[in-house]
């Protein structure tokens, strides 16, 4: 609302004054009429000028000068140009800002790629893309990332929706280097892709397994000769030392086990795939039950369901090792009495699943996700009781990992386990089929 002043700054006093001083002197030289027409002529010749001006100046966005005067003109050339002011300062502060943001994302040191979310064009990358992706600019600028999206593992991950990011990828840039990839949708039209280079880590990691694996060898020749001559000693012979005797040996034989797991565990890790073969069932199945049947001496009662009526492809040493894991955990996690349910059955996806349910002491839920993780036990005493290393679910998850498939855990504490290999339809082969898409080596 305007102020009574400004209603005031807003009549157009000095143009009536003007008209009264035209009227007055027309009049005392007979001209009223011609004076007073000559009069509204000028007034109109002046405020088309300024209304042209003002426009020029708006026209070509030069700044509109403050005002001067008072009057309807005073008014509006004050509002634009406290408006121009406004927006000018807006528009630095915001220029500032998105300069401040465009250089943190150009001297981070992943490589950030711009893209365009329909076809992948680049809009804009930073220096790190420079080096890692050997983009250059402003030439790649509109191109698309031909060299990376034709590596096979890229153009598969990008087919999925490239949710999960893609891990330990070597570089199709700059041999010996290692990538990790991760796809970001910022904007529905725009994509962020965020490379960053591993190698160094991967390096660690590689020295990590060698060190372990390196250990574990080591250990396995001292070890066989301490159990070897433990062999040799009879408890018998030496009553007193007996006890001693049965402990150093049961001792000697964990850790004998417990390097054949890390050994395994390291060999499993340096694999990209495995051998895939055609896994008889029917047959792996019936020696999984005499195995826990052995296992269990008579205390539980072990059941084998086989409802899938198929075979699988898979490494069938691996594969083996992985199950008899899981129903040796069935059989050992329960106690006396219980029952040991072992179930091959379809899935609803058209893939296949190898359960092993328990009725046993179950895992309290909160340890259900560290449970594959090496040497992580619920119960540190009663897997040691029971002969445990703490090392086989480590192995079930790596050889799953290679199948392409996965470990599914549900437990209830004090009701029992089911332990669940899920795998995709790829792995199912028609009992009597031939294995015709994989190499059977
Ligand atoms: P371990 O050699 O100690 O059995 P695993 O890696 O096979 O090592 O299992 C890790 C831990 O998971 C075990 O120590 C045990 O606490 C728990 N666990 C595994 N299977 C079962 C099961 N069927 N029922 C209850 N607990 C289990």
Redesign the pocket.
């Known amino acids: 609302m305007n102020s009574p002043r400004e209603w005031l700054d807003l009549l157009p006093w000095r143009l009536g004054a003007l008209v009264l001083v035209a009227a007055g002197i027309g009049g005392l030289l007979g001209q009223f009429w011609p004076a007073l027409a000559l009069c509204f002529g000028v007034i109109a010749a002046w405020q088309f000028w300024q209304l042209s001006r003002l426009l020029q100046l708006l026209r070509t966005q030069r700044r509109v000068p403050p005002p001067r005067g008072i009057g309807l003109f005073a008014q509006l050339t004050e509002q634009l140009h406290r408006r121009q002011h406004e927006a000018r300062t807006r528009k630095r502060r915001l220029t500032t800002m998105l300069r401040a943001f465009r250089q943190a994302a150009a001297s981070l040191p992943d490589a950030i790629v711009a893209l365009d979310a329909d076809d992948h064009r680049i809009e804009w990358f930073n220096e790190a893309a420079q080096r890692l992706l050997d983009l250059r600019y402003p030439g790649d600028l509109g191109r698309r990332l031909t060299r990376l999206e034709t590596v096979p593992r890229v153009a598969e991950w990008l087919r999925g929706d490239a949710q999960e990011p893609l891990l330990d990828l070597p570089s199709p840039f700059h041999p010996g280097h290692r990538l990790t990839l991760r796809l970001l949708e910022y904007t529905p039209q725009q994509k962020l892709l965020v490379v960053r280079d591993v190698s160094k880590l991967m390096h660690l990691e590689q020295v990590r397994r060698d060190f372990v694996a390196n250990v574990s060898h080591e250990l396995r020749t001292p070890l066989t000769v301490v159990h070897g001559y433990l062999d040799m000693l009879d408890p018998d012979d030496m009553p007193d030392l007996a006890p001693m005797l049965r402990e150093m040996r049961t001792q000697s034989l964990r850790m004998t086990q417990i390097v054949e797991d890390l050994l395994t565990i390291s060999r499993l890790e340096a694999q990209e795939r495995l051998p895939t073969e055609r896994i008889v069932m029917r047959a792996l199945l019936d020696t999984l039950q005499r195995e826990a049947r052995a296992l269990s001496h008579g205390q539980h009662e072990i059941e084998l369901v086989d409802t899938a009526g198929v075979n699988l492809a898979g490494s069938n040493k691996e594969l083996h090792s992985a199950f008899s ?2 129903v040796s ?2 059989v ?3 106690p006396a009495g219980g029952r040991v349910r072992l179930l091959f059955e379809r899935t609803a996806g058209g893939g296949v699943r190898f359960a ?1 349910e ?1 009725t ?4 309290p839920a909160q ?1 259900i996700p560290r ?2 993780e090496r040497f ?5 005493s ?2 040691r009781e ?1 002969g ?7 192995i079930v998850k790596h050889v799953l990992n290679l199948h392409g498939a996965r470990l599914a855990i549900e ?1 209830e504490v004090g009701r ?2 089911t ?1 669940a290999c899920e795998f995709g339809p790829e792995r199912v082969v028609e009992r009597g089929a031939a294995l015709s898409q994989f190499d059977e080596d």
């Open positions: 894991n899981l955990n069935a050992r996690y329960t092993v328990d046993g002491h179950g895992i340890h449970i594959t992580y036990r619920v119960s540190t009663r897997s029971s445990g290393t703490g090392l086989g679910l480590s437990s029992g386990s332990f």
